[in-house]
């Protein structure tokens, strides 16, 4: 039986503008997740975390009012799935979003694992750093790479389908999960909170804006149809996130 798990691997703190031009407010903290799709045919990460370079200690934190990310130890993605009893060495695959540095950041700790992501995300990564927002090493680490274009269902049996979103970035993917009472909708950072898909808003840094919005649009008719979504970095939603333990589509915060 499919089993979808979510863990934060991090906290991303920024002011409101950053996600939605225009929006003002004090700083703010947001989730970095990660998740695991532990299929009877294979195991699956959806994103990885950040580099050692964000490592902090608790002494050491980021103050409050600060732009930036970091992680505490035990938020890693191999200690969160040694703390369910896996293996990092057994999972199969990693579907990265895209190659943003918090989103890439852990793959090497996953040996054992092929990197999923659409060719478009990986040619533009490889092209150069583009203002530190790719790191080469996070993502350039001799594992193998499965490059693919347009949609991907992963074990052939419908339960995880990696869809295009592009628009964050050229060639940004999320996953849809089926489980038992409906399918949820892992998006990544083609929407970061659920109030840029109610206002239809993206980012100031998304690289293509109407191709951006395009995919809020199918985003804004999957969630009419029942889909839930897990969004890139709402921390209002993550509040109500089951971490570490198998989660069920109706488990997913529609947001706060």
Known sequence: ?????AFNCGWFQCRPGFLIAGETGAYMRAPVPAYLIDHPRGRAVFDTGMGQQFHRQPENALPADKFGLQWF?????PARLRALG?????????????LHIDHCGGNALLENATVIVQRDELDYAMAGDHAGLYVRADYDTGQPFKAVNGEHDLFGDGTVRILPTPGHTPGHQS????????????????????????????PPGTVDTPTGLETLKRLKLMREKGTRILFGHDGLQWQAVKESMPLEAADVPVGL
Request: glycine content about 6%; hydrophobic content about 45%.
């Open 86 to 98: 896996i293996d990092p060495a057994s999972v199969n695959w990693i579907i990265n979003s895209h």
């Open 1 to 5: 039986m499919l089993k979808l798990y």
């Open 175 to 202: 996953v849809i999960v089926q489980l038992p009472q409906g399918e949820v909708l892992l998006a990544g950072d083609c929407c970061y909170t659920r109030r840029n898909l109610d206002l239809m808003a993206m």
């Open 73 to 77: 130890d035990g938020m890693e993605i």
